[in-house]
């Protein structure tokens, strides 16, 4: 099949990350067992939801070393938006492909697949590897599930490719990302008898607030990276929900709040002054007013920031065939930082543009996924 016959199979899916992709997934593994191409699963704890990883092995039957080609299967939601065609049917208008994915990033793992029997068919002295994972969308959540069984099965790719929506640029940096989920507990009262209650709503309002400040002084004071269109971290709290009654004093309040850390700043020593305003000022007064006060915060997910090496060998040979040479560093997150994290060079580079993601009547331009095909068969025959 080719890349458009793949993308609109893909597309057919509807792996928002609320949902399995398994159907996505074992359509993939059954179809690259035909090829001759054995694939492994590691699921999710629940079983409902998993990661592929497939390795094209070299012409002599090497596996070790190679280069992996990295996308994710899950998608935004549709929820609200107003498409002017079904979402989850691939349809062409003026040169484009519409559907949910087609960008992000379906496109480039459409591509992959397409290339399998080129890639089976070269002389290759180094394998190439497929990762297709779940919950990127939400936080990088089946990556690290992947990697994991990557190091305990004693795969060492010398190289990969994350193919996320990039023009066919080469991307060399991105931020980390961090969400968090904040429990405020206070005591409910009525309204009339303010003083007996603790009001969890406003309580969580000066952190959200103190966040903010946060938020202020690293736009203000920096560090930056003029190379990212956001050049500073960022903060910022986006969900939010407590109270029963409009007059009962609220007992809970939670809300949701995520930062992007530049490459090189901690993303600890951040939430070190989350926690230290909350432990040194917010529930001291919190429990003036009630003992039993507390503030709850967990970790939702987290994806840590990539930068890659201009001296590594997948960036050099990205930049070689794509003919790209400026240096290119974005605020979305990917799951790159997390194959860099055990030890695995990656750059980040992929068909469509991310301005097209996440959006009705999401789209790729047809050129845009026959430069990904000429990109993948080049560097399939630079192996």
Known sequence: MDTRTWLEQLVAFDTTSRNSNLALIETARDWLKGQGVPAWLAHNPEGTKAN???????????????????????????????WSSDPFRLIEKDGVLLGRGSADMKGFIAAALAAVPDFMAMPRKKPIHLAFSYDEEVGCVGAPVMLAELQARGIRPEGCVVGEPTGMKVVVAHKGINLFRCRVHGKAAHSSLTPRGCNAIEYAALLICRIRELADAMKAKGPYDEFFDVPFSTMTTNQIRGGIAVNTIPEACEFLYEFRNLPGVSPADIQADVERYVRDELLPRMKAEFDGARIDIEVGASAPAL????????????????????TRKVAYGTEAGLFQGVGIPTVVCGPGHIEQAHKPDEFVALDQLAACDRFLRQLGQSL
């Not at 190679?66 to 929820?79: A, R, W």
């Not at 930068?307 to 400026?326: F, H, K, N, Y």
């Open 52 to 82: 592929l990883f497939a390795t094209l092995p070299a012409a002599d039957g090497a596996t070790e070393g190679g280069i992996v080609l990295s996308g994710h299967t899950d998608v935004v939601p549709v929820d609200g938006q107003n």
């Open 307 to 326: 930068e890659a090496s201009e001296q590594a060998a997948i960036t050099e040979l990205v930049r070689g065939l794509t003919q790209d040479r400026d």
